[in-house]
């Protein structure tokens, strides 16, 4: 989660109103269409429920989290609360996971033991569904800039549309007195959260192991600042992503020996190629004199470099604007 995109300003406020709107509308809705499912024997609809209310926590869990990234780093959580978001939309990816497979049994059990439903129920709630949450993805599509939002954002769409397809099997059911639409629509909707919810589950899980960031690979980073005058040599290199808008590298340098008062073009060099080519904002970079004993890793003691053959370690922190 880039922590500036909801902290700063008007957008946050704006982010928290969105979702306290959203979360009054969905947990009306939930309970609407659960009572509508139970009275017109609708698994559809019952399923719909379930969508809803998994949905409500997600929006939960998003504001939380909006919350936490809205705090300033301090002693104890040094980079902030930039993965509360990511924390958030894989705990909420999970889960719907965990849902779209009991629709999915649910409904191949109703198909072998069809029930009659009533269709003009299924149709009338459905109807309102699509409007609430049409409009909610509406407002979310507004202030989706991270990965939790974004979560969030698409299950209110992927709520729309299969809210929509329940209105087109009430209508069939209606016209043709086939109750085994129900449950195959509900299929439909557990294979549409499914698809939904693993591409989120990838990428936050990702970001929570510290995996590279979507789109970029490390020898492509590396070859680019090799290109840098005065750059000898990259190793030890590594890149993670601290939010899913928020990106970090450190790595050691090797560059000839000059003094401490010249290598801070050669830094300043390096620290706009990484932000504008690679998006990374924080950056930790070692300049060497001299490439380490252990190309990757560098385990080796800066006193035994030093005593081996003078070997100096200057320490750069940079940070890209």
Not at 22 to 39: N, Q
Not at 289 to 313: M, R, S
Request: hydrophobic share 50%.
């Amino acid at each position: 989660m880039h922590v500036h995109a909801q902290s700063e300003g008007p957008g946050a406020e704006r982010t928290k109103l969105v979702l306290r709107i959203s979360l009054v509308a969905t947990l009306a809705y939930v309970a609407v269409t659960f009572v509508a499912g139970l009275r017109a024997h609708s698994l559809a609809l019952l399923s719909e429920a379930g969508h809803n209310l998994s949905d409500f926590l997600a929006l939960l869990l998003s504001f939380a989290a909006v919350y936490f990234q809205s705090r300033p780093a301090d002693n104890e959580r040094t980079y902030g609360y930039q993965r509360a978001g990511v924390l958030a939309a894989f705990v909420n990816a999970a889960s719907l996971v965990v849902i779209a497979l009991w629709i999915g049994v649910e409904a191949v059990h109703r198909l072998s033991t069809p029930v009659a439903v009533h269709p003009r129920t299924m149709m009338v709630v459905a109807a309102a569904g699509v409007l609430m949450n049409g409009a909610i993805a509406a407002l979310l599509w507004g202030v989706a800039r991270d990965v939790n939002l974004r979560s969030a954002f698409l299950h209110m769409a992927g709520d729309t549309l299969s809210t929509a397809s329940v209105i087109a099997g009430g209508a069939a059911i209606l016209y043709t007195g086939m109750s085994w639409i129900d449950p195959v629509l509900s299929l439909g909707i557990a294979a549409l959260i499914l698809w939904s919810s693993i591409g989120i589950v990838r990428e936050t899980l990702n970001i929570l192991l510290e995996g590279m960031p979507r789109g970029v690979t490390l020898a492509d980073i590396r070859a680019e600042m090799q290109q840098v005058e005065g750059v000898i040599n990259v190793h030890d290199l590594h890149v993670w992503s601290l939010g899913s808008h928020s990106r970090a590298l450190s790595c050691h340098v090797t560059i000839d020996d000059i003094p401490v008062s010249e290598c801070s073009g050669i830094l300043q060099r390096l620290n706009c190629l990484l932000h504008d080519r690679f998006q990374i904002g924080h950056t930790t970079i070692q300049f060497e004199n001299e490439g380490c004993a252990q190309l990757e890793g560098c385990v080796t003691p800066v006193e035994e470099l030093a005593d081996a053959g003078g070997h100096h370690h200057h320490h750069h922190h940079g940070h890209a604007h």
